[in-house]
T-cell receptor, first 112, second 112 residues
Framework: DAMVIQNPRYQVTQFGKPVTLSCSQT?????MYWYQQKSSQAPKLLFH???????NEADTPDNFQSRRPNTSFCFLDIRSPGLGDAAMYLC???????????FGPGTRLTVL | EDQVTQSPEALRLQEGESSSLNCSYT??????LFWYRQDPGKGPEFLFT???AGEEKEKERLKATLTKKESFLHITAPKPEDSATYLC?????????????FGTGTRLTIIP
């Protein structure tokens, strides 16, 4: 089945220690998104890639970076995690910008 | 700025007790309104897209409707497995601003 996969499902890191979260898709979609979701809050868009074009939301901290080496994979790098970065990180894909977004299972990040 | 407000925040129903969830929105030219289901610790699962006022879509015990100002998710004779958080999101029609704006969700609990 075509799907969006996120690894790992759970990640524990230490304050200030860089961490990378992974997303892959078998849908062959053009757009890949990264969202941050904190408890009982709406998902918050961090950035997205349309093919190789990177689009950063204005309020996304510089501490968050992303890479998309090919169509199937996208990575979220948190350079120096703070306690406030503990959250669920969701990857989503869509065929084009106007189309339905399909989400992966998420990665729960804990910062000690 | 696009806005989405969902009510109630939480809803507890007895098994078989039908009800409706509300999603009120303001958006610059609606391109689409999306409903997602989110189970605890997981990513949102796509349910429906509605594009224009008067449109309705159904899936099993769920029916989504749309007016120019709000959408309803009607749940008929719910079962315990329908317990989840239901998220509503809107996508504006302005070129270059196709991102989703989410509400904070309605947490639905179905009691056996």
């Amino acid at each position: 089945d075509a799907m969006v996969i996120q690894n790992p499902r759970y990640q524990v890191t230490q304050f200030g220690k860089p961490v990378t979260l992974s997303c892959s898709q078998t849908l062959n979609h053009n757009v890949m998104y990264w969202y941050q979701q904190k408890s009982s809050q709406a998902p918050k868009l961090l950035f997205h890639y349309y093919d190789k074009d990177f689009n950063n939301e204005a309020d996304t901290p510089d501490n968050f970076q992303s890479r998309r080496p090919n169509t199937s994979f996208c990575f979220l790098d948190i350079r120096s995690p703070g306690l406030g970065d503990a959250a669920m990180y969701l990857c989503a894909t869509s065929r084009n910008l106007q189309d339905t977004q399909y989400f992966g299972p998420g990665t729960r990040l804990t910062v000690l | 700025e696009d806005q989405v407000t969902q009510s109630p925040e939480a809803l507890r129903l007895q098994e078989g007790e039908s009800s409706s969830l509300n999603c009120s929105y303001t958006v610059s030219g609606l391109r689409g309104l999306f409903w997602y289901r989110q189970d605890p610790g997981k990513g949102p699962e796509f349910l429906f897209t509605l594009y224009s006022a008067g449109e309705e879509k159904e899936k099993e015990r769920l029916k989504a409707t749309l007016t120019k100002k709000e959408s309803f998710l009607h749940i008929t004779a719910p079962k315990p497995e329908d317990s989840a958080t239901y998220l509503c999101a809107v996508q504006g029609g302005i070129f270059g601003n196709e991102k989703l704006t989410f509400g904070t969700g309605t947490r639905l609990t179905i009691i056996p």
